[in-house]
């Protein structure tokens, strides 16, 4: 097992003849700890696949080095690196059957034909396969097939780190519930670090312990969902983690404090009142009440989710969310709202900046 660092990592794809190269990593400098659980968040194309294909060596970064516990690892080939990487969609040996696709990466390594069997048979027992064993691969539905590239994934014991890239995406919707836990369990077990891609935020928050949030080829924030929850680094963390994300809204300053469309707002975090770039206020849905006193505002749209209401209200050409109790009222004339000072946050250029925000 290892500690995996990224040091300065840039890449760049071939570009087409004659046109300058985009990088799509654009500067990684990061640290996975031995033994963590990792989600890799972003959308699509930000690049979480480009990043994992570095660690495990399928890609050698146009710059930049990779160290796996201090030693220098950038050119060796995936062979020397004992990354176990399972891709978005099931690679299996259709002609073998269950029990040798997952004993392949064991016996590839020598390992002695009496732990093959021990070790097979536990995993399988661990994914529901182990009626399947004799079957052949080919047989088999997309859930099982993705279910033997897992097994073959967690087979080996003796590796660094284990890399899932958006592995659930052909799973069944009850059976990923499933499966997610089942690796979440599983770290607890073996304690070896996984790093987990998606593009979910519900996958990512209940897999991981540290989240490592990407935007446009770049780390914009690494946390622990709550902190992600609650201090948002950069705007795009404060949208696309919560439902619905943060809002974001145009500002000026007044003395270090926000002034939204003509309206004085105290944030807890006042910022350096000589900030110059592009400035907005991101409040969580959650921290914006209505209030007797407070900005004016219209309402536009009311949804009742069940445990609560999502509120859309407009003031000028600004869309606010709220979210409001299940059995509060909605105030029908002159509704006015409040943003929650504690939870108030001003950006730069999308960066968090006052106390502790940078
Ligand atoms: P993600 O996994 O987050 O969807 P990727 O790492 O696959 O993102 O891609 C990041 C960026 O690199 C995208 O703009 C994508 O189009 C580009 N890209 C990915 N693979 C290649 C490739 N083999 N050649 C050229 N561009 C690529
Ligand atoms: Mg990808």
Redesign the pocket.
Known sequence: MSRIEFRNVRHA??PPPGQAP?Y??KEVSQVWEDGGAYALL????????????IISGLLTPSEGSILFDDNEITQRPTADRHIAQVFQFPVVYDTMSVFDNLAFPLRNRGMPESQVQARVIEIAEMLDLSDRLKHRASGLSADGKQKISLGRGLVREDVNAILF??PLTVIDPHLKWQLRSKLKELHQQIGVTMIY?T?DQVEALTFADKVVV?HD?GVVQVGTPVELFSRPRHTFVGYFIGSPGMNVLPCRLDNGQPVFANNLLSSGYPADTDLSGKLEIGIRPEFVHFASQGIPVAIEKVEDLGRYQVVTVKHETEQIKMIVAEDQLIPSENPQIQFDPENLRIYCDDWAVGADGA
Request: aromatic letters at 4%; proline letters at 9%; one cysteine or more.
């Open positions: 794809y071939p985009v799509a990593l972003g959308p699509s194309g930000c690049g979480k696949t480009t990043l994992l294909n890239d958006e891609v593009h990407m080829g």
